[in-house]
């Protein structure tokens, strides 16, 4: 028995079923992870659902060959009394709410449909535009981000309670930043460390030269920077092909739940790589390699070939061309 969710497994557990299994990812994504892996070709499996929902789940499963048993278990209906949905309304478009959260896909394809029935669609839009939207999960971000809105928040595990804590750990750093009392001369320290950067033996003595300060101060309010998060980092980007590093790739793998852990560490062992990111994806881990040759990148692919992971589940994209971005902000 498998729930989506561990408010589900505790209801289960309540009425007697025990070892009942989650999915990493409360999501239909997250139990298509957890079966694909399961030879699923003649089992039957028990889907009881809502009416209405999308038939991802459903198809994916009939794909890794198992036979799908649907049941419309209970049907999301409209309140029947529409005047809170009316008063949401009436407040988003005048400017009252600063989040709004959806917790299901039918969240928000209700309030765009009672928007259409009930006022003006467009001006309920442009305000959804003006605040911060949260959503439950992936695939509720998904239906928001189809019909052009903007998500800010997502938490990591897809449960109210989750989501919750994520709403408020974003106003919490908005907060932060709000707060942060830079000045003028702070604004022209961020200005000079982008645009007047020299190539010398004492950069701080010359920077703050030419700011009118002395270096103790200019590195004091630095560090301050670093710590607030404002400067991330400050370091050379060297040409490394000058320098004897003649490859490099971006790696996408396709790694298990009970794996990603000591794959990750592999490749956060390995100093050839720079960047080692967590995706939603089928390819869910992604990785970039700078390296003497080809041979050493190699030697770092077998490295998680030797943990389990296929050939065939590893996607190398070697570097054809580089393209170097400068980007600098103007601050005063």
């Known amino acids: 028995m498998i729930s989506?969710?561990?408010?589900?497994?505790?209801?289960?557990?309540?009425?007697?079923?025990?070892?009942?299994?989650?999915?990493?990812?409360?999501?239909?994504?997250?139990?298509i992870k957890l079966l694909e892996k399961t030879d699923l070709k003649g089992k039957r499996i028990g889907l009881p659902r809502a009416k209405g929902v999308d038939d991802t789940l459903r198809v994916s499963l009939e794909k890794l060959g198992a036979e799908v048993i649907e049941?419309?278990?209970?049907?999301?209906?409209?309140?029947?009394?529409?005047?809170?949905?009316?008063?949401?309304?009436?407040?988003?478009?005048?400017?009252k709410i600063d989040v709004i959260a959806f917790t299901s896909p039918s969240t928000v394809r209700s309030l765009i449909e009672n928007s259409k029935k009930f006022s003006d669609l467009e001006k309920v839009k442009a305000s959804l535009r003006k605040i911060v939207i949260a959503s439950i999960g992936t695939t509720t971000r998904k239906v928001?981000?189809?019909?052009?809105?903007?998500?800010q928040v997502t938490p990591s595990e897809f449960t109210v309670?989750?989501?919750?804590?994520?709403?408020?750990?974003?106003?919490?750093?908005?907060?932060?930043?709000?707060?942060?009392?830079l000045d003028k001369l702070d604004f022209k320290i961020l200005e000079a460390l982008q645009f007047d950067f020299p190539f010398v033996e004492n950069p701080w003595e010359y920077l703050a030269?030419?700011?009118?300060?002395?270096?103790?101060?200019?590195?004091?309010?630095?560090?301050?920077?670093?710590?607030?998060?404002?400067?991330?980092?400050?370091g050379g980007f060297p040409n490394l092909k000058r320098i004897g590093f003649t490859a490099s790739t971006l790696i996408g793998v396709k790694v298990q739940q009970n794996k990603l852990k000591e794959i990750t560490n592999i490749i956060n062992d390995c100093n050839n790589v720079s960047h080692n990111y967590l995706r939603e994806h089928e390819y869910n881990l992604w990785f970039t390699i700078t390296a003497k040759d080809s041979e050493e990148i190699q030697n770092i692919i077998n490295s998680v070939k030797n943990v389990g992971v296929s050939e065939e589940d590893i996607l190398n994209l070697p570097t054809v061309k580089s393209f170097k971005t400068d980007v600098r902000f103007s601050l005063l």
């Open 4 to 31: 989506i969710g561990p408010k589900t497994k505790h209801e289960l557990e309540k009425i007697g079923f025990n070892n009942v299994k989650l999915p990493e990812e409360y999501s239909s994504f997250g139990l």
């Open 144 to 151: 928001l981000e189809e019909l052009g809105f903007e998500v």
């Open 209 to 234: 030269e030419k700011l009118g300060i002395d270096s103790q101060n200019l590195l004091s309010r630095i560090k301050r920077m670093i710590e607030l998060g404002i400067i991330r980092k400050i």
């Open 161 to 181: 309670e989750a989501l919750a804590k994520e709403i408020a750990s974003y106003f919490e750093k908005i907060d932060r930043l709000t707060n942060l009392e």
């Open 71 to 95: 049941a419309e278990a209970y049907e999301v209906q409209e309140t029947s009394d529409i005047s809170l949905v009316k008063n949401l309304i009436r407040d988003l478009i005048s400017e």
